[in-house]
Each structure stands twice: as structure tokens, then as C-alpha cells.
């Protein structure tokens, strides 16, 4: 594998540039170092796919050892997109060793000064703790980028590493464990639910924006979940806690969203969601969540893991089957959906046209599972 690096890049390196070789695009990666918030970020393109890969807050050091930490970017990379582990470990060993080079192609090293300006944009998904930036990585590996040039098409990086590494291995490059749940809004006059695959591999984070999508929420609100194992008698005393699951399980943890959910004492451990991945759990004999969207009207989603499937096909989730109409936001609870419902199916309620005006400013919708799966590829895909 070579690196063909800017001249600033080489002056990082303590190593020596090796000669110049010939390799295979697939095996060879344009890159430069660039400084975000007083911090050093290597930015890599692979000069086929243009699939980008992110190092972020190296020190001296980290270059010395920027060979190791190479490889190790690209398999973590290779790991959040679900690529079969035999497809990543084939690439790997046919990568050699990592050899560093000049770079010579000017429009290679203006790929690679593009995605260094998506770095900067989306500084947000930057790990604080973790030099290897794999999440980075898979954002900006999802946006539309110029075939070559001359040419007037365009194509995503991510599905180019697909192909490629598909036509290396002569096997679909994607596969991963995941969890098939069924998600369940808690309403007393309303059957809503959701069958969903989810790689094992997301956050909690991801999950939330999978649950928004597939209920068709608009995430406006504060969110968290709540995890049980155990099960015990229900303690009537416990009802009004928000980790209540009214079949008796006891909470093991709280996944929050924001930080401030720590200020406050709890009886219950607390991680963020961007720090668990479904896998922590999922795979340790928790069955049962609470997923809890709009602290205010209080809407518990409660998720069964009906099945953990070894060779899901997919590194995004879909949604195989589901019923019922989410609730518009800010409708005041089930009594203020039950009211809507009401009032929309009687064209003579004097609030109908209300409500009807209401729910199109809102961008309210039925349930439409090819709707939703549009929108989950979409985000994750």
C-alpha cells in the first residue's frame, strides 16, 4: 500500500519517503495534514473509490507510527460500514506493507483538499477521545463527489469501496450481525409499531435516528433509553420512575442524549449514546429497552429483540413491517391524539380545518414503510 502525501505531510514524518512505485488504485491513497482547532488531522483519499479516511489529533509521535495507525484507521473504517470481516482481512493482507511516497498528481491532491474542507464542516462527528475519526470517515465517505475528469457524472465514495472491494474478493463486500426488534409506541387507543433490522454495530445515537425515521419523528425533542435484563415483581411504589417498564424488568442502564442529564441524581447508571453501541448490550442478554422521545408528552417506545441474524446484508436498517400512525408532534399527548384523530375524521368537528391546516404546516404523514425505508438508506446508507 502507498501514501502519497503532500509536502507538508512529509515533513511531519520522521521516516524517509520510499521510492516511487507503481500501485494498483485501489491500494494507493492520496493525503495531506491539515490543523483544526489547534489540532493535526490526517485526511487519506484512495485514489479509486475516493473513500475517505480520517486521523485527528496526532502528535509527534502518532507520526512516527503513522504506518500502524494507517491500517488501523482503515479496518475500524471497514468495521462501521458492516463490510464482511473476511472481505476487510483479504483487503488488509493484500494491502503489504505501508509505504510513503510524494505525492505528484495535482488533481488527486485537490480530492484530497476537498475532503479536508468536509472535515472542517463536519467537525461535530469528531471522536474528542480517539485519534482514529471512523464515523468522520463513513459522513463525509456519503456525499456526492465528481466522477473524474471530464466527466459529467458523479458518484459516492462508499458505494465505490463496495464495488471495489466486491470485484477484489469476488463476494458481497457487506455483512454484519444485527437485531431485528419490534418497537411498540405505548398508547392505550392506538396499535403503532415497528418491525426493524439494526446493525449491532450503531450507537444508541444511531438507533435514535433510526426510531425517528421509521416513526416519522421529527426530532425536536430531548430523548433517552432505558435497558433491562432482569425481571422482578412491579413495584407499584416505581410506577411514576421514568425507567418504569410495565412488565416488571429493572433498568440496568440509562442512555442519554445530552450531558446535562448527569447534573441530575439517579438511582440508574448513566452513558451517553454516542459512547454504547447496541452490541454492548444487545449481545449480553438484554432483550427489553424503553426508548422515551418528548420528555414533555412522555412517548414510550418499548423495543423486544426478537432475533440477533449473523449475515445481515445491509449496513443501514430497514423496516420490514409495521402499523398504525405515529402522533404529530406537539399534539399534547394521547389525549391531544386522540382528539386529532377525532376532529380529522369529522369533516363538521369545528376544529377539523383547523387541524387540517395544523397537520400540513406540521409536514404530518401516515405510515408509509417504502417511505420509510427511503428515508433510512437515505441517512445511514
Given amino acids: 500500500m502507498i501514501i502519497r502525501c503532500t509536502k507538508k505531510l512529509m515533513d511531519e514524518l520522521v521516516l524517509k519517503p520510499t521510492l516511487q512505485k507503481e500501485e494498483s488504485p485501489l491500494f494507493s491513497w492520496h493525503s495531506n495534514v491539515i490543523t483544526i482547532d489547534r489540532k493535526k488531522a490526517v485526511v487519506m483519499v484512495n485514489d479509486s473509490s475516493r473513500y475517505a479516511v480520517v486521523l485527528f489529533g496526532l502528535k509527534k509521535r502518532d507520526f512516527q507510527n503513522l504506518g500502524k495507525l494507517v491500517l488501523s484507521a482503515i479496518k475500524d473504517a471497514f468495521s462501521e460500514e458492516c463490510i ?17 511516497a510524494k505525492a505528484e498528481d495535482r488533481s488527486s491532491l485537490a480530492r484530497v483538499n476537498k475532503a479536508a474542507g468536509f472535515v472542517d464542516a463536519y467537525y461535530d462527528y469528531v471522536l474528542a477521545d480517539s485519534i482514529i475519526q471512523s464515523p468522520l470517515s463513513v459522513r463525509i465517505s456519503r456525499i456526492l463527489v465528481g466522477a473524474g475528469k471530464g466527466s459529467k457524472e458523479y458518484k459516492y465514495p462508499n458505494e465505490e469501496l463496495y464495488a471495489d472491494l466486491e470485484e477484489l474478493c469476488k463476494k458481497p463486500a457487506l455483512k454484519c450481525r444485527a437485531a431485528v426488534m419490534k418497537v411498540k409506541l405505548d398508547l392505550e387507543s392506538f396499535d403503532v409499531w415497528r418491525r426493524i433490522t439494526v446493525p449491532l454495530n450503531y450507537t444508541f445515537e444511531m438507533l435514535h435516528k433510526t426510531l425517528q425515521a421509521a416513526f416519522g419523528w421529527k426530532d425536536y425533542h430531548l430523548h433517552e433509553f432505558y435497558l433491562y435484563r432482569e425481571k422482578a415483581p412491579v413495584d407499584i411504589e416505581y410506577v411514576n420512575h421514568p425507567g418504569f417498564h410495565k412488565d416488571g424488568y429493572k433498568p440496568l442502564m440509562n442512555i442519554v442524549c445530552d450531558e446535562e442529564a448527569f ?34 408528552d412522555d412517548w414510550q417506545h418499548y423495543i423486544e ?77
Fill in 263 to 296: 447534573a441530575y441524581p439517579s438511582d440508574v447508571p448513566m452513558r451517553m449514546e454516542n459512547e454504547v453501541r447496541l452490541s454492548d448490550y444487545f449481545d449480553i442478554g438484554c432483550k427489553s429497552a424503553k426508548y422515551v422521545y418528548d420528555l414533555g
Fill in 84 to 100: 464482511d470481516d473476511a472481505v476487510a482481512a483479504h483487503y488488509i493482507s493484500n494491502a503489504g506493507e505501508v509505504l510513503f
Fill in 305 to 381: 429483540i426478537e432475533e440477533v441474524i449473523d449475515d445481515f446484508r445491509s449496513n443501514y436498517p430497514v423496516c420490514l413491517e409495521g402499523r398504525g400512525d405515529t402522533p404529530p408532534e406537539d399534539v399534547g399527548g394521547e389525549s391531544g391524539y386522540e382528539q386529532f384523530v377525532r376532529a380529522m375524521a369529522d369533516e363538521n368537528d369545528p376544529e377539523h380545518d383547523e387541524y387540517v391546516l395544523w397537520s400540513k404546516g406540521m409536514g404530518y404523514e401516515g405510515f408509509d414503510i417504502e417511505k420509510v425505508n427511503r428515508r433510512l438508506k437515505l441517512i445511514f446508507g
